[in-house]
Every structure is written in C-alpha cells, then in structure tokens.
C-alpha cells in the first residue's frame, strides 16, 4: 500500500465483538485498491483488526478466525477446556498466535488503540494506547487485549492489568474511536462500523466532532450473518464478504468522489 504524500488519511474502526470480520473483510478491500492509511484508530474488535491492517497481513488474518472457530465461547476462565474458551483466551490463542506485533509496533500506519480505564472508585476513564511508543511487543499484545476485555465475557471482576493500571473494554467508554484521533490533522478520515450498538451512538459522537466533514462513513449494507458472541466460521466468512463487497464500493465511490460525508 502506498503512502500519498499529498494526503493524509485516516482509518476509524469501532466496536463489534465477533462482527469485526466485517472489517477483516474490509480488510481485504483496502489491500487489493491498494489503499494507505496514515493513521488508524481502533476500539475492542476494531482495534484488532487495525492491528491486523497496520502489519499488512491479511492471510494470517484469514487462518486467525478460522483457529477461532474452532472454540465456543467461555462466559468465565472456570469454563475454559479443550472445546470452551474465554474471548480473552481465545485472541491469545488465534490473534496473538498469528500477529506479528513487532510489524504491527513498526508500521509505517500509526495505531492507536482504545481502552477503558478502571478507576478505583469503579469508574472508567477513556484511555488511548500509542502502539508506537510501546516499551515492547508484550505491551502492544496487551493494549490489543485490553481494548477488546469485555468484563462479562471473562469473568466478572477480572481485567488486563497493565503496569499498576486495569483495563477492560473500550466500548465500556465509547463504541466510536473518534475521540483518539490527533485533531485537525487529516485530509479525510474513513469511519467503519459493524454493530447496531455503534450505529446508534454515531450521531452524537459525529455532533462532537469538529473535523465531522472531513468523515466518509461505511455501515454493513446489510444484517450481518454472525453474532456478536458467535464462533460459526460459515457466518464469519459470510461477514467476511459482506465486508470485502461493501468496502470495494465505498473505496470506489470515495476515489470517484462520489460518496458525501
């Protein structure tokens, strides 16, 4: 993917649980129109597949969701066998197995990745990772991590800790990673989502911001096939194709500039 010197551009993906196969599909559309991304910000599922598009490897992507299916969601780490894992479990034993961190810590694509802070008074507070000034590849395995620790998929009153600090679930503080994003800075800014939850917070979280004309928005073309808890591989690559399909159009009309923001 080349970098366009004379325009900055950047990538927006939010939450989705297991419908982030959308944005593998996405993926998919981006290498093939051979599209650069100056920035990327991600949120739980989003900030995966960010990770995924930021080390450009979109096969060992692929081969991930096929280990995750062969899992069944665990809903507490007392459950995890052979057959029942853990979401966290489960990102560790596909996406961490097949993700090269330190290309994703390297890229020529900045990630910044969202999270949600514990606060002691039970609280969270809005946290945003910097991939490139993590100390090392364990720090970028645990910001993804992070970012995607929905509390009561793993066990309630568990957490990724990370130095003193415990983290869980962006989405616990905003579905759309907007708000990370360096301001005033991008050409135009591509805003991905693939769950009705996101959907449904995006007109407020587009009235807050101040670069809302610069933002092209792409939402499924239609439901998608798998669950947000769903380990079905037949429904993820359904998702899979309805991402790819929707992306090749939403890349074109943007290069025609045909699509409104």
Request: aromatic share 10%.
């Amino acid at each position: 993917m080349k970098k366009d010197e004379n325009r900055k551009r950047a990538l927006v993906l939010g939450t989705g649980g297991v419908r982030g196969a959308y944005f593998t599909g996405l993926h998919g559309a981006i290498k093939y129109r051979g599209i650069f991304f100056d920035t990327i910000a991600g949120a739980s599922a989003g900030a995966i597949a960010g990770a995924w598009l930021a080390a450009d490897m979109h096969e060992q992507e692929l081969q991930s969701w096929k280990e995750f299916s062969k899992y069944k969601i665990a809903w507490h780490p007392l459950f995890n066998n052979e057959t029942w894992k853990t979401v966290d479990l489960s990102i560790q034993l596909t996406t961490l197995q097949y993700l090269d961190l330190q290309r994703v810590r390297d890229s020529q694509t900045h990630l910044y990745v969202a999270a949600s802070r514990l606060m002691l008074n039970g609280e969270y507070l809005r946290h945003c990772f910097d991939v490139r000034r993590a100390p090392d590849t364990t720090s970028v395995g645990l910001y993804l991590r992070a970012s995607a620790f929905l509390p009561y998929v793993n066990g309630i009153g568990t957490a990724v800790e990370i130095g003193e600090e415990k983290y869980r679930d962006a989405g616990l503080t905003g579905r759309i990673p907007l708000d990370i994003l360096p301001q005033n800075y991008y050409d135009e800014i591509w805003l991905i989502l693939c769950s009705p939850a996101s959907i449904d917070e995006l007109p407020a979280v587009l009235m807050r911001f101040p670069q809302k004309d610069r933002v092209h928005v792409l939402v499924p073309s239609r439901d998608l096939p798998v669950g947000r808890m769903s380990s079905d591989m037949n429904k993820i690559e359904a998702t899979i194709n309805i991402g790819y399909e929707d992306g090749l159009k939403f890349i074109d009309k943007i290069l025609a500039g045909q699509i409104d923001t």
